[in-house]
């Protein structure tokens, strides 16, 4: 059973780069095709889809997102990172990261999220 | 402001029947991208509900289903039990902004 865990400051100050690093255990982060996501939720808003990256490095970023988001992915230690530079207030949510699928048997089907870490708060904030 | 729009709240007593809408338009729901919903409980990791419009991951009860009609999807839940109470959002692809996307989230509270 694949489970993801975020970790990484709960607190940044404005200007400055938010750094978050979500580790896969259960499955190898190179096997089955999977792309691995950035997902946030601003408080009490919903959800906004930030990027994903396969293991290879190919990455998608969010237009609205892209000039400040890099993602990357590290093999080795089976896990993948986010980096957001240039944090503002408007950035301070819980960061979650999720394993994006597509096919489920011989079935595809729009993009889905599953499995979803349980997610970190970060505030951005003096 | 979400691009999928879910209402705020339902409710519903134990044993009954509710739903929970998700309307988008013609360049997500109604361009033919598949809906997939999520149950959210904060402070633990959201679980795949449906996928694939009406679908259900293995270890998700008959209770639930999914269906997606025009530029619409709606989350069925009968028999709702006390554990049922949580957030539920759905997801979709906008081809038009190029992301994927989500409504903003339905509360479902067991009176």
């Known amino acids: 059973q694949v489970q993801l865990q975020e970790s990484g400051p709960g607190l940044v100050k404005p200007s400055q780069t938010l750094s978050l690093t979500c580790s896969v255990s259960?499955?190898?982060?190179?096997?089955?095709?999977?792309?691995w996501s950035w997902i946030r939720q601003h408080p009490g808003k919903g959800l906004e889809w930030i990027g994903y990256?396969?293991?290879?490095?190919?990455?998608s970023y969010n237009p609205s997102l892209k000039s400040r988001v890099t993602m990357s992915v590290d093999t080795s230690e089976n896990q993948f990172s986010l980096r957001l530079s240039s944090v503002t207030a408007a950035d301070t949510a819980i960061y979650y990261c999720?394993?994006?699928?597509?096919?489920?048997?011989?079935?595809?089907?729009?993009?889905?999220?599953?499995?979803w870490g349980q997610g970190t708060l970060v505030t951005v904030s003096s | 402001q979400s691009v999928l729009t879910q209402p705020p709240s339902v409710s519903g007593a134990p044993g009954q029947r509710v739903t929970i809408s998700c309307t988008g338009g013609?360049?997500?729901?109604?361009?033919?991208?598949?809906v997939h919903w999520y149950q959210h409980l904060p402070g633990t990791a959201p679980k795949l509900l449906i996928y694939?419009?009406?679908n259900r991951p293995s270890g998700v009860p008959d209770r639930f289903s999914g269906s997606k009609s025009g530029t619409s999807a709606s989350l069925a839940i009968t028999g709702l039990q006390a554990e049922d109470e949580a957030d539920y959002y759905c997801?979709?692809?906008?081809?038009?902004?190029?992301?994927?996307?989500f409504g903003g989230g339905t509360k479902l509270t067991v009176l």
């Open positions: 999720a394993r994006y699928s597509t096919c489920v048997g011989t079935t595809c089907h729009t993009a889905f999220f599953d499995p």
């Open positions: 259960g499955d190898s982060i190179t096997s089955g095709g999977y792309y």
């Open positions: 990256i396969y293991y290879s490095g190919t990455t």
């Open positions: 013609s360049s997500n729901i109604g361009a033919r991208y598949d």
């Open positions: 694939g419009n009406n």
């Open positions: 997801q979709s692809y906008d081809n038009s902004l190029r992301v994927w996307v």
